[in-house]
């Protein structure tokens, strides 16, 4: 009963984490609405540990612990894999930002090289 207790006042708070973290804006939505799914599963699991047996039972696991650990391991690998996924393209939009950068400091350079060499010609 304990367990059962701290986990759902864990999974409670945070909720409210999450809550308060989209409406300050510092979590995106698309990751928020994430967390609040996870959290809309679990806290009523943690609430209710035996239905928890009764899914794992219904799924052929020998136990909900078992069950938990396997899909929390799983969630984790699938939140790294998009994450890495996000970064790769953030790496790749920061380099063509880097570029264009480039490219017009450049730019500024021959048009301020044109024209000191226009006001030295015409002084």
């Not at 799924?59 to 894999?81: E, K, P, Q, R, Y």
Request: net charge negative; hydrophobic share 55%.
């Amino acid at each position: 009963m304990k367990l059962t207790l701290v986990t759902g006042l864990t999974g409670l708070l945070l909720l409210g984490t999450i809550v308060e973290l989209l409406r300050r804006r510092q979590l995106r939505e698309k990751y928020g609405m994430l967390w609040l799914a996870v959290l809309v599963i679990v806290i009523p699991l943690s609430l209710f540990p035996r239905l928890l047996d009764n899914v794992a039972g219904l799924l052929g696991v020998a136990s909900g612990v078992s069950l938990v650990l396997f899909l929390g391991i799983v969630f984790l690998l699938l939140v790294c894999v998009h994450l890495s996924w996000e970064v790769s393209a953030l790496e790749e939009e920061t380099r063509t930002l880097a570029e264009d950068f480039a490219l017009l400091r450049a730019e500024i350079a021959e048009e301020r090289a044109a024209r000191d060499e226009l006001v030295s010609t015409d002084g």
